[in-house]
């Protein structure tokens, strides 16, 4: 089992930023990819960014690249999500997601075993 607990999210205007966290306990964090998903109001979940086990391999949404990062730290069991140059469009619930594996980074939300509660992130134009 893992637990994922996602902080960070709040209102910011169009232009500005904010780094969303994740912080998982359970299984040894280190053994698995973590990816971030969102959904918006009326919409489906869609796949933002995705990073491997070890840190070394990072893969974006389309919408997402060159804004956003990926990152994570092993040692403190936290993965993050920098978002630059938001956009109104960003606005939706985040969430952090538990790979099955090590290495997958794909936007298939079926290879992702556990999920956070999502934060709220709003953009205003």
């Known amino acids: 089992q893992v637990q994922l607990v996602e902080s960070g999210g709040g209102l910011v205007q169009a232009g500005g930023s904010l780094r969303l966290s994740c912080a998982a306990s359970?299984?040894?964090?280190?053994?698995?990819?973590m990816g971030w998903f969102r959904q918006a109001p009326g919409k489906e979940r869609e796949f933002v960014a995705a990073i491997r086990s070890s840190g070394r391999s990072t893969n974006y949404a389309d919408s997402a690249k060159g804004r956003f990062t990926i990152s994570r730290d092993n040692a403190k069991n936290t993965v993050y999500l920098q978002m630059n140059s938001l956009k109104p469009e960003d606005t939706a619930v985040y969430y952090c997601?538990?790979?099955?594996?090590?290495?997958?980074?794909?936007?298939?939300?079926?290879?992702?075993?556990?999920w956070g509660q999502g934060t709220q992130v709003t953009v205003s134009s």
């Open positions: 997601a538990a790979g099955r594996g090590p290495y997958y980074t794909g936007g298939d939300f079926r290879q992702y075993d556990f």
């Open positions: 359970g299984r040894t964090f280190s053994s698995y990819a």
